[in-house]
Structures are given as structure tokens and as C-alpha cells.
């Protein structure tokens, strides 16, 4: 069930990013077709954080300490790019239109995501 509630936190946040971002865009049909992307984005995105993400860290993690972490922030805009081509390839109508819409799109899903997560608990404290 919390996998659901994570995804579904995901999805909306990427909702709310196609809203504020300019240059990420997702488009449907339909109000169906616009949800179903926006979860399997969402999906696409906390695949490609789960895998990817420890990797860079264990292996870029001397970038990190001498930029003092800000190097996540082109990480995280890396990963963002890599979910808009993922997404292009399965011929999902999700877009990113290059690096800076990627770095502002991740710090806005972070950000939200966490806003989300704080009033929304998905049984993880519970343990």
C-alpha cells in the first residue's frame, strides 16, 4: 500500500511541475490519458532514482563533498532527463525541453514530494 501512496505522491508532483516548470509538459487525449502518463512517469522516475541514483552517489561521491552536496542538484537534473527519455521512448507524451527546465523540474518534484509526504503518511512510520 505505501508503494501505491508513493506513487500516487510522485505522480502529483509531477503534475504540479508541469504546472510551475515551463519547458516540462505533459499532454493527453484525455483526462484519463493525462493521469495514466503522469503514472507511469511517476513510476519511470522512482525506478530510475532507485536504481541509479545509490550508484552515482557511491561512485561521484568526492563531487559531492567538494561541492558541498550542489552537485546532487545536476544529479537529480540528470535523472529528470533520463526519465524525459525513457518516457519518449515507450511514446509517452511527456517532455522536457533540455537541462534548466530539468534542474528547476527536480528541485519543484523534490520539494513538493516532501510538502506531500509530510501531510500524507504512507505507513512507513508505523514500523
Do not use: H
Not at 55 to 61: D, E, F, L, Q, S
Not at 94 to 108: K, L, S, Y
Amino acid at each position: 500500500m505505501g508503494f501505491l501512496i508513493r506513487l500516487v505522491i510522485t505522480a502529483i508532483a509531477l503534475w504540479v511541475t508541469t504546472l510551475i516548470v515551463p519547458g516540462v509538459d505533459v499532454s493527453g487525449r484525455n483526462g484519463a490519458n493525462t493521469v495514466f502518463t503522469l503514472l507511469v512517469v511517476a513510476l519511470i522516475f522512482g525506478a530510475v532514482n532507485a536504481v541509479l541514483k545509490p550508484v552515482i552517489k557511491v561512485v561521484g561521491c568526492v563531487f559531492y563533498l567538494l561541492t558541498l552536496g550542489l552537485f546532487a542538484l545536476v544529479v537529480n537534473a540528470l535523472l529528470f532527463l533520463l526519465t524525459d527519455r525513457i518516457a519518449r521512448a515507450v511514446d509517452l507524451s511527456f517532455r522536457v525541453d533540455g537541462f534548466w527546465p530539468a534542474f528547476w523540474g527536480a528541485i519543484v518534484m523534490a520539494v513538493v514530494t516532501w510538502l506531500i509526504s509530510v501531510a500524507v503518511p504512507d505507513g512507513r512510520e508505523a514500523r
